[in-house]
């Protein structure tokens, strides 16, 4: 009977952008589980209350928008806004995945300058100094602490500075033999070869 609710309603009204888009959730969230496809993408009924956006009728279709936040669980600024559509002949409930967009959310990180903040870890590096920002596991490897060396992003964000610091990284200290240990962030001294005697 909750779909049959939501239909009736629908049925009643003009064609165009409906207006009345708390009494549209409550009679849309009961209605939700009744619609073959409702599921998809990890939508749940609850998710949509107060965030239905641009609900439009265009019979026998109901369309409207809604931001999602799963995005935002791993820190990231945006969150996706799908565009639903009911279809109230089939019971059924769609989203186009390839046609969702961005919304921001909060303000970018602000832009790190990596060059200097890389040229003092390559220092420490070089010293074997004591660095904060640096475990010394040996002699001859470090580990870099992330977490002390960049700041709080979102990860996307924190994935691309993390690649460019490593690259900088080798750039400053290939030289003197130093690698980064594949799949950690971990730099290490390679032991230094001896010369063939002629």
């Given at each position: 009977m909750s779909f049959g609710a939501l239909k009736s309603y629908l049925m009643s009204q003009p064609t165009g952008v409906i207006k009345d888009k708390a009494h549209l959730e409550q009679l849309l969230m009961p209605a939700w589980d009744?619609?073959?496809?409702?599921?998809?993408?990890?939508?749940?009924?609850?998710?949509?209350?107060?965030?239905?956006?641009?609900?439009?009728?265009?019979?026998?279709?109901?369309?409207?928008?809604?931001?999602?936040?799963?995005?935002?669980?791993?820190?990231?600024?945006?969150?996706?806004?799908?565009?639903?559509?009911?279809?109230?002949?089939?019971?059924?409930?769609?989203?186009?995945?390839?046609?969702?967009?961005?919304?921001?959310?909060?303000?970018?990180?602000?832009?790190?300058k990596l060059w200097p903040v890389a040229h003092e870890i390559a220092e420490s590096i070089r010293k074997g100094a004591a660095d904060k920002r640096l475990k010394w596991l040996s002699p001859t490897a470090a580990k870099l602490l992330i977490s002390e060396i960049l700041p709080d992003s979102a990860a996307e964000t924190r994935a691309g500075r993390r690649k460019r610091l490593y690259a900088i990284l080798l750039q400053e200290l290939a030289v003197e033999g130093w690698e980064k240990r594949p799949g950690a962030p971990i730099f290490e001294r390679k032991p230094i070869e001896p010369e063939d005697a002629n």
């Amino acid at each position: 009977m909750s779909f049959g609710a939501l239909k009736s309603y629908l049925m009643s009204q003009p064609t165009g952008v409906i207006k009345d888009k708390a009494h549209l959730e409550q009679l849309l969230m009961p209605a939700w589980d009744d619609l073959a496809g409702s599921g998809d993408g990890g939508m749940q009924s609850y998710k949509l209350k107060n965030r239905v956006e641009k609900p439009t009728w265009n019979p026998p279709v109901l369309s409207f928008q809604i931001e999602r936040h799963g995005a935002t669980v791993n820190s990231s600024i945006y969150a996706e806004l799908q565009l639903w559509e009911i279809d109230c002949e089939k019971a059924t409930a769609s989203y186009d995945q390839y046609s969702s967009r961005r919304r921001q959310l909060y303000p970018k990180a602000p832009a790190l300058k990596l060059w200097p903040v890389a040229h003092e870890i390559a220092e420490s590096i070089r010293k074997g100094a004591a660095d904060k920002r640096l475990k010394w596991l040996s002699p001859t490897a470090a580990k870099l602490l992330i977490s002390e060396i960049l700041p709080d992003s979102a990860a996307e964000t924190r994935a691309g500075r993390r690649k460019r610091l490593y690259a900088i990284l080798l750039q400053e200290l290939a030289v003197e033999g130093w690698e980064k240990r594949p799949g950690a962030p971990i730099f290490e001294r390679k032991p230094i070869e001896p010369e063939d005697a002629n």
